[in-house]
């Protein structure tokens, strides 16, 4: 990673910068990260630049052998750990480094719900256990294979469980030469003071609005106003922004899904209901039961509209365009069970069912309560 690719903090990228031009490189910094503000980007950036066999003043090269090596995660002389969820094939981080890689180029602000996500980690807690210990004193004692320094960079080092850590201690005190250990945390007093106490902070603080804005404005190809909006949203936190940015464009695509879902249960049109069953069996469990919480709420949104307009509405935009549509069809007499259905659907595929034959079976059944005549319709 350049540094010119992680956003602003440009303080402390010419700060790290100068530890290497001036032959200052401490051997154990701890990168103690505001949530989202590049810690990792930056501990990846530097790493990088230590290895660059053609640095410039302000950056890496991003040509010579090692930083092509840096830029796909692959330098021999670059070792990474990271916690995983313990399981009998999965001891320690080199057992899942190619999900590592992938997680980490496809997304240098990664964050541990990221993390989570890559590993299907459900509700398990990962963590940095003893073993991994052992495992880094292995990698440092291996000898360079390219570069001058060996880098160990620990992601969430506070993940490390109280053996781990009492190892790591027992490296930092003595560590083999030319090795240079990046701590990255997001929650410093998690860490063992000891461990603190034998390393070099680098503090990497919120990113300031204006900049946040810029790079989201960027990366996501927004207007100038809609990056502002996200940047104020997210409290100088970049991952934030990326994650309302997503969830804005997962809920225009749920609102077209079940758009034409409804309009297949009216029409009872199963070709249009295999096809609706395609794309939501592709999504993942967890973006299945959003979809079904986004269907109950634009239900009871149907409801509230039938009860007293937009007055009790509390959607917008698009949604609250398409809700006089729709909203007749869902009334006194069958909103409760839609939302009934729907939810028991959520409770199947929770337990692993079929998602396709819950669905099927949830067309049908909304099929028939669509078409309960609306009563209010009756008497007018
Ligand atoms: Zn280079």
């Not at 969820?85 to 980490?104: G, Y």
């Not at 291996?142 to 960079?153: G, N, Q, S, V």
């Not at 839609?338 to 959520?346: H, V």
Request: proline share 4%.
């Amino acid at each position: 990673m350049l540094f010119q690719h992680v956003i602003g903090q440009q303080d402390i990228k010419q700060r790290l910068i100068q530890t290497v031009a001036g032959n200052r490189i401490s051997h154990a910094q701890l990168f103690f990260g505001y949530p989202g503000a590049g810690a990792l980007p930056l501990a990846l950036a530097y790493a990088q630049y230590v290895h660059c066999t053609n640095r410039q003043p302000d950056d890496s090269c991003g040509e010579c052998p090692s930083c092509k090596k840096h830029e796909k995660m692959v330098h021999p002389d670059a070792h990474f750990a990271y916690p995983v969820v313990l399981s009998k094939d999965v001891r320690v981080s080199t057992h899942v480094i190619p999900k590592w890689r992938e997680a980490v180029l496809n997304e240098p602000y990664l964050t541990l719900d990221n993390w989570l996500d890559v590993l299907d980690a459900e509700s398990k807690q990962p963590i940095i256990a003893a073993e991994e210990s052992g495992e880094i004193l292995r990698k440092l004692s291996l000898t360079t294979f390219e570069a001058e320094y060996k880098i160990m960079i620990i992601w969430l080092a506070e993940r490390m469980n109280v053996q781990a850590a009492n190892k790591l201690l027992k490296i930092l005190e003595e560590p083999p030469d030319k090795t240079l250990f990046l701590l990255v945390t997001e929650q410093e007093d998690h860490l063992l003071r000891t461990i603190v106490s034998r390393t070099q902070l680098v503090r990497v603080h919120r990113l300031p609005d204006a900049e946040l804005a810029a790079a989201v404005q960027q990366k996501f190809e927004l207007s100038a106003a809609d990056a502002e909006k996200i940047a104020f949203q997210s409290d100088g936190n970049f991952a934030s922004a990326r994650k309302l940015i997503q969830e804005q464009e997962q809920a225009a695509q749920n609102l077209t899904l079940f758009q034409s879902w409804m309009r297949s249960c009216l029409k009872y049109d199963v070709a249009k209901w295999m096809e609706f069953l395609e794309v939501f069996s592709k999504g993942s469990r967890e973006e299945q039961k959003q979809f079904l919480t986004y269907a109950l709420e634009l239900i009871r949104e149907c409801l509230m509209w039938g009860y007293a307009g937009e007055q009790l509405v509390r959607v917008a935009g698009e949604e609250k365009a398409w809700l006089p549509k729709f909203a007749p069809f869902v009334h006194v007499n069958n909103g409760q069970q839609l939302m009934e259905q729907i939810n028991q659907a959520m409770k199947h595929i929770d337990r692993n069912g079929s998602s396709k034959i819950i669905m099927l079976d949830l067309s049908f059944k909304i099929n028939e309560l669509l078409h309960i005549p609306n009563p209010a319709k009756l008497k007018a």
